[in-house]
């Protein structure tokens, strides 16, 4: 704790209280060489994943896995195949509210990945993150020219005079289904009345904002594993988010990228629901150190899995696709493989813009290198690399 005055003439009444969180005492002679070795496994499987060529597609697979995981953590199951599907604009039925927090999940992990490094660690970047401002933190911006505020009654005009009465019904329309987007997106802002039945009202996220990024800010000259691990202990000591349980891990990986360590976001959820260890509340520092490291090195495990099994897959696929016409799709149908977790036909028709039939024809045509068929089933049917 610390005091702080309010000018410099003020008497005892006008002392005010200033939390701020305590930094632990970390024995640096013990836990060097294991952070030493965590650092140069991010570094070397950073360089592998660049120089394979498959950073994009990796990254793509990563983000939605990890939406799901982070949903499973929170005791929330998610089908991928759902995910996917959504994310495409495709859904088979009306979407959960446990699929709406995987998309929001999903989408903030694109959006911390959307900027330079350093600014998911900052006000404008938790806001975006949260879903409740701008995604590429460039300040507020202008509501384009032709696009009322749904919000502002004032920004359609009167239709009750004009030739066609039913512009104004239309008008409401849309503005109801511009809303409803927003609120299944997760972009809806936070209202200034919360219920005390949900949130707590003593809670001041407020003021737990900028004891985290003070945190940040003073660990900035410690070693990046260390500084992402303290972070991600505060996050979860300050009940950060409380309803965000799956952010805390996301911001830790946006501190590795933002040190240097990686250009991409660990698949730190899946590390840690790979890991034993499951934080308390009671454990000691060094505990909690050691804790984060071994999920950190689960999810290199994990990362270099999955890239193996990419890497070899393209192998098979890009067999067939040396033998194709110069004109040929099947290129993007492998492509779309190795960005995605599952590929239906119907998905890959829409995003290719080809028909059914010519998906047909070419899954025909990788013979024994098309990926593993998913659903066991004729009517519905997936492939993925797995």
Known sequence: MALIG????FDDEEWSVARSYDLPELPWETIAGR???????????????????????????CDMTEAVRALMLDGQLVEIGDL?????????????HELTRAATTLRA???????????????????????????????NHKRPKGTPDPEDDEAYLPFANDADPWKAHFAEIDALLERTDKVLA????????????????????????????????????????AAAAIAWNAWLDLNLYARLPWLGLIMAGAILRARGLTSHLLPLAAGFKQSKFRPQ???????????????????????????DRLIL????????????????????????????????VPLAAKLMKVTPKAVDL?????????PRELTGRTRYRAWGIV
């Not at 016409?325 to 239906?344: I, M, Q, Y």
Request: contains cysteine.
């Open 281 to 307: 509340g009671r454990e000691g520092a060094l505990e909690k150190l050691q804790g984060f490291c071994s999920v950190v090195e689960e999810a290199i495990v994990i990362g270099n899995r999955d890239l």
């Open 362 to 370: 070419m899954l025909a045509q990788l013979g024994g290198a098309l």
């Open 186 to 225: 997760g972009e809806t802002p936070l209202p200034k009345t919360r219920s005390h039945l949900v949130y707590d009202p003593d809670l001041d996220e407020t003021e737990n904002e900028d004891l985290w990024l003070d945190v940040v800010k003073r660990t900035t000259h410690w070693p990046a594993i």
């Open 84 to 96: 996917v599907l959504h994310d495409a604009g495709m859904d088979i039925r009306h979407p959960t």
């Open 6 to 9: 309010r000018g410099s003439d």
């Open 35 to 61: 952070l030493e070795q965590l650092t140069i496994g991010i570094l070397r499987f950073d360089a592998r994943l660049e120089a394979s060529g498959l950073s994009a597609g990796w990254q793509s697979r």
């Open 313 to 344: 897959a393209r192998e098979l696929m890009q067999r067939v696709t040396k033998e194709c016409r110069s004109n040929s799709k099947l290129p993007e149908l492998v492509e779309l493989f190795l960005s995605r977790p599952l590929v239906t």
């Open 109 to 139: 992990r694109r959006t911390a990945l959307a900027r330079p490094a350093p600014w998911p660690l900052s006000i404008d970047g938790l806001a975006a993150l949260r879903g409740i401002g701008p995604e590429r933190g460039e300040g």
